[in-house]
């Protein structure tokens, strides 16, 4: 069993950044981020394989956002930059073993979400 427990959301105006971190109980999982809008589906946001050797961005995002790792501290991040309200959605962490899936339904553990917000 992993725990993840996520942090750093919160509320921004447009054109702003936040840093979400996601801090795993275990090491040498590959790492998801995604986020559901009220009304919408969980959607894939990045993801990131257990060694940091590959990455993987939704169009949405790509040039925006940057996923990264310390596997030293077991813990992932999300820096997001010129943040719109598109962006606003709880946003999850996730794991599964090794490699990364740009599908949710392949992660076996989630955290409880943090929430972004970005007014216009």
């Known amino acids: 069993q992993v725990q993840l427990v996520e942090s750093g959301g919160g509320l921004v105006q447009a054109g702003g950044s936040l840093r979400l971190s996601c801090a795993a109980s275990q090491r040498n999982y590959a790492m998801g981020w995604f986020r559901q809008a009220p009304g919408k589906e969980r959607t894939f946001v990045a993801a990131?394989?257990?060694?940091?050797?590959?990455?993987a961005y939704a169009e949405s995002v790509k040039g925006r956002f940057t996923i990264s790792r310390d596997n030293a501290k077991n813990t992932v991040y999300l820096q997001m930059n010129s943040l719109n309200p598109e962006d606003t959605a709880i946003y999850y962490c996730a794991a599964r073993d090794a490699y990364y899936s740009l599908n949710s339904y392949q992660y076996n553990y989630w955290g409880q979400g943090t929430q972004v917000t970005v007014s216009s």
């Open positions: 990131i394989n257990w060694n940091g050797d590959s990455t």
